[in-house]
């Protein structure tokens, strides 16, 4: 399948630079556009279960979190050589819904995300990947970390 929108949400880890390798070089061979996306949870407790978009713009409120993450996210883009890819920070109630809904809300065709390669059902049911896996309105290329 020919995917035109990749979504690549980045937890900063060292392992996750190799998520983003793989988001990359998926989003390079199928001409997809690349989006990257950092979840802060429980930012904004006003809003009700959904999410909030909040772009990559440096006259967004001095918050240190946020702009900490803004500061992670376009380091990560620049270590992977994706500089021009859509760089977004949500905050959500959880990360599974901050993953979720920015991928409804933007079309994405692949979400990609890192998953600890824990062993047996059990330990794989209260993972993110997992979470994002079943409720998600695309494919997930759940890459092992």
């Not at 199928?30 to 990559?56: K, Q, T």
């Amino acid at each position: 399948m020919a995917y035109q929108h990749v979504l690549f949400a980045a937890d900063f880890s060292d392992e996750g630079l190799r998520v983003g390798e793989r988001a990359r070089e998926i989003a390079l061979r199928c001409g997809a556009r690349l989006s990257m996306l950092h979840v802060i949870e429980d930012v904004n407790v006003s809003l009700g279960g959904g999410y909030e978009l909040l772009p990559v713009l440096p006259e967004l409120p001095d918050e240190t979190l946020l702009r900490e993450s803004r500061s992670a996210l376009e380091e990560m883009a620049r270590r992977l050589g994706v500089e021009d890819a859509e760089l977004w920070v949500v905050s959500a109630l959880s990360t599974k819904e901050g993953i979720i809904g920015a991928a409804r809300d933007h079309r994405v065709d692949l979400i990609v995300v890192g998953s600890h390669g824990r062993h047996g059902l059990a330990l794989l049911l209260g993972s993110t990947a997992n979470a994002v896996l079943h409720g998600a309105p695309c494919d997930v290329l759940a890459v092992r970390i």
